[in-house]
């Protein structure tokens, strides 16, 4: 029996939707849930006959003015940015000139040095921390946020420095040679010519060091011992969860603010991310 | 350093140190090694030097309070070994990282594949299949610690509502064994999915058109299609996709430590969770370094997988 090729490509089309549909719940329901779990009544949300998907009683803004002036959250937010603003300048102090050496003055030893340099990307703070937990102690950092500001750097370094050198390597090398032979050195090229029209790279790698910063976990658990020090991303699980009560709405409202502002703002980005990961081991 | 000395003027090399730094500057070779060498110094002092002390630390009996390092030989891995502890955990930690990591291959592919396709809506698809790589780990966890609450998860209340469970047989999402174990690698998977898909998409946009296009004229079915040319051409994509994600999978304990601790008695322990509440929690950091210093053979064994990939990129 022949199917109609209407129907078929409406079936298609439809299983092609759906399991688009069901990919994007499986991501984006966590989201939601913090959302909606923001606004519910403590009352409405510890009661277990009640539908959890409404609002059983009206939506209430308690959660957020609790998680905003009587827990550290705000304090949270305000060190990871203190953080991440310190680490981008690291970053960007060291892997901007590294990037464009790799791309352009080191030939072939750089080529093997840029790999190796990556490769320290993949080196996890799983295996570090112990070593490093007493290295702060001795440097006298130990419960400090500078901590972090001396050991982010290791991991937003490799990855930016990657990233930048893709994109030296695509500007047209016409440009410096130009301004070299009008009394620019070779130096003086890069900062004068090369730099600016690389805006769009330092950006994305400002970007992306935030998130990194952001999304750290394991050395700021290690380090970081006092409550009021703590970045958001550590400060939230191990601070609000593990109190005697768990506050859920303004877990989630804390779970969703310092989470999907910077999502949205990485997706624009997203596709520099990936030649980042990919550019040089694949063509 | 003054990036001025030979700038401007027509006639620039005039005096005799300007000059020295102006041939430094302008010696591909010197100023390479002048522009990369602080990022090398910060990664061998912040990634080198705690990486060998790793090493020490796993072969000594530091401990937090001690400030010598005296050597103990093999004792802490043979302490280490023999313990039921570490057993699991290892067994764990095969189990979580190769499940998690074939399911994120399979369906990063299909995800892949299914996006290639344009369709309405799809910047919107794409930002929200890329939250959970984007938004801290350990919140985005705690997102499904709330999901997966002993007793008010909505996905219990869901299958009652559907008559699938009864009211009293709600699941112990992460207070039963082999649940807590499916918990977090379905998590896991939740968190690795974009990254993989992403770069897959990569892969596959990057193959050109007529290729497909030849296939289709040639009438290849969709089978053939997927398993005879597209997948074949993005083999070194998706290489470089497992390993990253073999890496993440084998080295996390974010989501194991914010939804189970490593329980229920050890049975989602891993070795970096191991390592974290033995060396850190504990203050035992010999024993410690010793149990993270398991990790090391699998990265080895991955950055070499990942240099042949790359090095046979470059030849072709």
């Known amino acids: ?283 | 350093m003054s990036a001025r000395t030979t700038t401007g003027e027509p006639e620039p090399r005039a005096a005799a140190g300007p000059r020295a730094l102006a041939s430094l500057l302008d010696s591909p070779r010197w100023l390479g090694v002048l522009m990369i060498g602080p990022a090398v110094l910060y990664i061998v002092l912040v990634v080198g030097l705690p990486f060998v002390l790793a090493i020490l630390y796993a072969f000594s009996g530091v401990t937090m309070g001690s400030r010598t390092i005296e050597f103990v030989g093999l004792k802490n891995f043979i302490n280490v070994l023999g313990t039921a502890k570490f057993q699991t955990s290892l067994r764990n930690t095969f189990v979580f990282a190769i499940v998690a990591q074939v399911l994120v291959m399979v369906l990063g592919t299909v995800l892949a594949i299914a996006l290639l396709k344009d369709f309405r809506g799809k910047w919107l698809v794409r930002l929200l299949i890329l939250l959970p790589w984007v938004a801290p780990i350990s919140l985005g966890t705690i997102g499904w610690l709330w999901i997966l609450d002993s007793t008010y998860s909505v996905i219990n209340w869901t299958l009652e509502a559907l008559g699938l469970i009864r009211a009293d047989g709600w699941l112990m999402w992460l207070g039963v064994p082999y649940l807590a174990m499916g918990s977090v690698i379905a998590i896991h998977v939740w968190r690795i999915l974009p990254l993989a898909t992403v770069i897959l998409l990569g892969g596959l946009t990057s193959i050109p058109h007529d290729i497909h296009d030849a296939a289709q004229v040639d009438g290849a079915s969709f089978g053939r299609h997927l398993f005879q040319i597209t997948l074949p051409l993005i083999r070194p994509i998706m290489l470089v996709a497992g390993l990253f994600g073999l890496v993440f999978a084998f080295t996390d304990m974010i989501v194991i430590f914010v939804l189970t601790r490593g329980g229920p008695y050890d049975t989602t322990q891993v070795l970096a969770s191991l390592a974290f509440f033995t060396g850190i929690q504990a203050g035992d950091l010999a024993e410690g370094a010793a149990i993270a210093l398991f990790l090391f053979p699998l990265l080895l064994a991955v950055a070499v997988a990942f240099l042949r990939v790359a090095r046979r990129a470059e030849v072709t």
């Open chain 1, 1 to 283: 029996m022949a199917v109609p090729p209407a129907l078929r490509r409406a079936t298609a089309r439809g299983g092609h939707l759906g399991l688009i549909g069901l990919f994007t719940l499986f991501s984006a329901f966590p989201f939601y849930w913090m959302l909606i779990t923001t606004f519910k009544r403590t009352s409405d949300l510890l009661k277990r006959t009640n539908n959890p998907f409404i609002y059983n009683e009206p939506p209430t803004l308690e959660n957020l003015r609790v998680l905003f002036f009587d827990t550290l959250y705000v304090r949270w937010l305000g060190n990871t940015l203190f953080v991440g603003v310190l680490v981008v300048f690291v970053t960007l102090l060291l892997a901007v000139p590294a990037g464009y050496a790799l791309a352009r003055l080191t030939g072939r030893w750089g080529e093997q040095l840029g790999i190796g340099i990556f490769l320290t990307y993949l080196v996890p703070s799983t295996l570090l921390f112990i070593p490093m937990s007493r290295l702060i102690g001795d440097l006298g950092l130990q419960d400090s946020l500078w901590s972090l500001v001396l050991v982010y750097p290791s991991f937003t370094i490799p990855f930016c420095t990657w990233l930048l050198m893709g994109f030296f390597k695509a500007i047209p090398r016409d440009l410096e040679e130009a301004a070299m032979i009008d009394g620019h050195s070779r130096f003086g090229a890069f900062v004068k010519v090369v730099i600016p029209i690389s805006l769009a790279g330092i950006l994305t790698a400002i970007i992306f060091t935030l998130t990194l910063v952001m999304q750290e976990f394991v050395y700021a658990l290690t380090f970081i011992t006092a409550a009021r020090n703590y970045t958001v991303s550590v400060g939230v699980p191990t601070f609000l969860v593990h109190g005697d009560v768990y506050f859920w709405g303004s877990l989630m409202a804390g779970c969703f603010i310092a989470s999907v502002p910077v999502a949205v703002l990485y997706n624009f980005f997203v596709d520099r991310f990936i030649s980042g990961f990919t550019v040089g081991a694949i063509k």
